[in-house]
Nanobody
């Protein structure tokens, strides 16, 4: 089917930057959108940023102006550029691909997650 592999996480100081990558492989077809989520310990998983097949983007209020989601269709890869990082950004970041199925149904594929730690 579809496999997603995230990379680029790590330890960064407050105010620093990281770029996450999500490479998709397999039977990639009928993609509605791809998105980045994050989950901190003891908290619910939350949407960080999304990019649709048409190229429209959406961001959580907490990251708007600091994060940028983009894609490289030739490489089947989505990126999350994270600037001006704050300790509250510390979380496991997950990539999600939403595939459109028949009869209006959808299926979500998830990556394994990559750890982002913002600390001095």
């Amino acid at each position: 089917q579809v496999q997603l592999v995230e990379s680029g996480g790590g330890l960064v100081q407050p105010g620093g930057s990281l770029r996450l990558s999500c490479a998709a492989s397999g039977s990639i077809r009928n993609i509605d959108h791809m998105a980045w989520y994050r989950q901190a310990p003891g908290k619910q998983r939350e949407l960080v940023a999304a990019i649709t097949s048409g190229g429209s983007t959406n961001y959580a209020a907490s990251v708007k102006g600091r994060f940028t989601v983009s894609r490289d269709n030739a490489k089947n890869t989505v990126y999350l550029q994270m600037n001006s990082l704050k300790p509250e950004d510390t979380a496991v970041y997950y990539c999600k691909l939403r595939q459109i199925l028949e009869r209006g149904r959808v299926y979500d594929y998830w990556g394994q997650g990559t750890q982002v730690t913002v600390s001095s």
